[in-house]
């Protein structure tokens, strides 16, 4: 493997002009994703290769630019090619994903930085009978080129609905299983699937709060018995939409949540009627019940931590960035939508920071890699939210497929941004390694 500079070149055509270092007589075909075309190669002294313009045309190259090259008997191997796919593009917009626009923008400049090319696609862009993709790619501006299909997709669909799909779904399964590429983190996480895999494991169940899935009033009663406070959440829920905290004082039970962003708390006299104020119809058997942990605080406002894990160009799990939320005033959730703050660890505990995150790095790691081995799926990321309670036990609350980025917005965290993104860049080039490898490796794998 070696990083070089290619452009194009208007001498003879059909010809790829090599350093000489790179050179060897047997070369005659060059490869770039999807796209395989014989050519003739020839040596010259420059540090660039420089490809003829037909060949540019038929492999697609979009720009010229730093990319990575596999020199491997009679083929050089262009790549990566990575595709980032979502939904929600918005036409003739300088913001073409809006909010999401600003990591999107980066995140496909850090790729052009390390040597390789990524777009962004939605279903429309697939033209599947030349096996092309209108990508939209990021130099400096956004331009939409035509790219083949690329090495490998990374999923970044931005909601459950759409994850839900038939069509997405179809189609995810065609890319994989009909023209093997690896699509990693391609579905949210079910609350309750996570939580059964982790229990039924003897190294990760220590870290789960007691949860039920088939909610009655029997249950919650039983739980408010044991634990005195207890939190109500979606299966399928994300970003603290729909929590409820439920808590018995005396003779009453109140309720605290947030609606639209507006904080409520109720008193209600009996559980019935907190049932049909809240969960009408069968609204109740899309919720989780758990019980509630007493965090440790910071200014008597509860925290957690947000550990964010990534695999590496070995295909090895690392803690990438971590990073402390403290709950806001009323925060039932230490979600920043919730008026909770983003810290870091060192900011937050001084001297006993590095402490907290030996314990949070090996729970995130050991919790990390259970899921891995036990999911059966293609997972490059994730994040976990993690709690301590007063006396020092770790708890997981949840595991995300598709992390937000919300705690790198904090500039003491911003710098760990930089480690997650180039974990993911050599992620994405192992993925794209091994299927050059073992072309028909996807082609066995299960379906999503």
């Known amino acids: 493997m070696e990083r070089v500079y290619i452009d194009c070149h208007h001498k003879e055509t059909g010809t790829v002009y090599l350093p000489e270092k790179l050179y060897n007589q047997t070369l005659n075909q060059i490869t770039f994703s999807s796209q395989s075309i014989e050519c003739q190669v020839k040596p010259h002294q420059k540090k660039t290769m420089l490809i003829a313009e037909d060949l540019w045309k038929k492999c697609h190259f979009p720009y010229p630019s730093d990319i990575l090259v596999d020199i491997d008997k009679q083929t050089m191997t262009v790549y990566p090619l990575i595709g980032i796919f979502t939904t929600g593009k918005l036409k003739n917009s300088l913001r073409p994903f809006g909010e999401r626009t600003h990591e999107f923008k980066h995140l496909l400049s850090h790729v052009h930085k390390k040597g390789g090319y990524a777009f962004i696609f939605c279903p429309n862009d697939i033209d599947w009978q030349n096996g092309l993709i209108d990508g939209l790619f990021y130099c400096e501006g956004w331009i939409t080129f035509k790219a083949p299909f690329p090495n490998i997709v990374y999923d970044r669909i931005p909601s459950r609905r759409t994850d839900r799909d038939p069509g997405i779904k179809q189609m995810k399964e065609k890319f994989m299983h009909e023209y093997g590429i690896p699509w990693f983190n391609s579905r949210f996480f079910d609350k309750w ?20 899935e088939n909610i009655s009033l029997h249950a919650i009663r039983q739980f408010l018995n ?33 609606d639209q962003g507006q904080y409520y708390k109720e008193n209600y006299k009996t559980l019935s009627d907190f049932i049909r104020r809240h969960f009408p119809g ?9 019980q509630r942990i007493c965090l440790m605080k910071e200014n008597e406002r509860p925290l957690d931590f947000r550990i964010h894990t990534n695999k590496d160009g070995n295909g090895k799990w690392r803690v990438s960035a971590a990073a402390a939320k403290i709950a806001g005033h009323n925060g039932i959730t230490t979600h ?14 001084s001297d006993r920071a590095d402490e907290y995150l030996k314990k949070l790095v090996h729970a ?32 997981l609350f949840e595991a995300n497929s598709r992390p937000g980025h919300t705690i ?22 192992h993925l794209t390694k091994q299927t050059m490898k073992h072309p028909d490796w996807m082609l066995s794998s299960k379906p999503v």
């Open 193 to 212: 699937a996570i939580y059964q895999l982790l229990k039924n494991h003897p190294l990760s169940s220590q870290y789960l709060p007691n949860t039920e």
């Open 226 to 258: 044991l634990y005195q406070s207890v939190y109500l959440k979606p299966k399928n829920g994300s970003k603290g939409l729909g929590i409820k905290k439920l808590e018995k004082e005396s003779e009453s039970l109140i309720c605290e949540y947030y």
């Open 282 to 290: 069968d609204l109740l058997s899309h919720y989780i019940l758990q």
């Open 336 to 349: 920043v939508a919730y008026g909770g703050e983003v810290k870091s660890l060192y900011a937050l505990f």
């Open 364 to 395: 995130a790691l050991t919790l990390t890699e259970i899921i891995d081995q036990q999911s059966h799926e293609l997972i490059g990321e994730l994040g976990l939210d993690i709690g301590i309670d007063e006396d020092g036990r770790i708890w």
């Open 408 to 429: 790198f917005k904090n500039p003491a965290i911003r710098k760990q941004d930089d480690f997650v993104k180039k974990l993911w860049y050599d992620y994405c080039c």
